[in-house]
């Protein structure tokens, strides 16, 4: 097959060109650090950039609940810690105020001191979490107790907490209602300590109504211990469900890295080359020029 003199020179110079752009291409790699800069030069490396994206702005996501609900959650724990406190310290009255022997003054002084509990204990079940809601109030409500015309305490809160999504599917309640902390089969912490206090103001058997109060004491720290265990193990299933957060972002990052980042090293070895082939090309089109120029002035 002859070939032309046109030939001779357009092979060279489209393998000069398609050199040139290669070692453009692989310039720009190391100079960015990606492997490419339009979803076009890697279509399929690029759809599934966009997924890694997608499942890490969940993630994100999720994990800045997961931090929320923690934080929730040990509020949550501190705050019954300090009613566990509380009620110990209540029990040890009511014990007391059922020994007969104990004066009149006595009396009155451990009525001071269970009401003050009784007051402190209010503000404990009315505590307000991070976000500014009640943290005992359920779902709804400016507050989760509420003091009445008479003196006595109520729930006002309605419903569970509401629950915090920190997975696909899951999610976790922040804290318990008070109905579930702070009740006692005769109602609440409030009203026991309340009969308490009016027996030792002299209404009613002072005896009998200790008696009461420490069995409505005793179940409602039973309560506030169930629900700190579950808090707890609430608690410790979003330590695993961080870390499993974590590990997953470090997937993600090796997967993206290896389809979007520049292989520094090895690319620079496939610069080295194609400028090598380049220059070559470049001398053996130079001497082909040359030769063929002889030839036409010959």
């Not at 505590?127 to 509420?146: E, H, I, K, L, N």
């Not at 870390?243 to 990052?253: C, Y």
């Amino acid at each position: 097959m002859r070939i032309t003199t046109s030939q001779s020179f357009d092979r060279p110079s489209s393998l000069m060109q398609q050199l040139t752009a290669k070692a453009d291409a692989l310039q720009t790699q190391i100079a960015t650090t990606k492997r490419f800069t339009a979803p076009s030069e890697d279509a399929g490396a690029y759809a599934q950039l966009q997924s890694l994206k997608r499942a890490s702005t969940d993630a994100s996501a999720y994990s800045a609940n997961i931090d929320l609900a923690q934080g929730l959650l040990a509020q949550a724990d501190t705050a019954l810690g300090s009613v566990e406190t509380q009620l110990q310290r209540a029990q040890e009255l009511a014990s007391k105020a059922a020994n007969d022997t104990y004066s009149e003054s006595d009396r009155a002084a451990i009525k001071t001191e269970l009401d003050t509990i009784r007051e402190t204990l209010l503000a404990l079940a009315n505590s307000t979490d991070m976000r500014g809601q009640p943290m005992f109030g359920g779902a709804t409500g400016d507050t989760a107790y509420v003091t009445n015309a008479d003196g006595s305490v109520t729930y006002a809160g309605e419903g569970t907490p509401a629950s915090i999504p920190v997975g696909d599917g899951y999610s976790v309640a922040p804290s318990v209602t008070g109905e579930r902390a702070f009740a006692s089969a005769d109602g609440d912490i409030f009203s026991v300590l309340s009969a308490l206090s009016a027996a030792l103001g002299g209404e009613g058997d002072t005896s009998a109504a200790a008696q009461t109060a420490m069995a409505g004491i005793a179940e409602v720290q039973s309560n506030v211990a169930l629900s700190r265990t579950s808090i707890g193990a609430r608690a410790a299933r979003l330590d695993l469900d961080a870390e499993a957060v974590t590990a997953a972002d470090a997937a993600r990052e090796t997967s993206r890295a290896t389809l979007e980042d520049t292989d520094i090293a090895t690319t620079t070895v496939e610069l080295q080359k194609a400028l090598t082939a380049l220059q070559a090309t470049q001398s053996s089109f130079t001497k082909l020029s040359s030769l063929s120029l002889f030839d036409y002035l010959s």
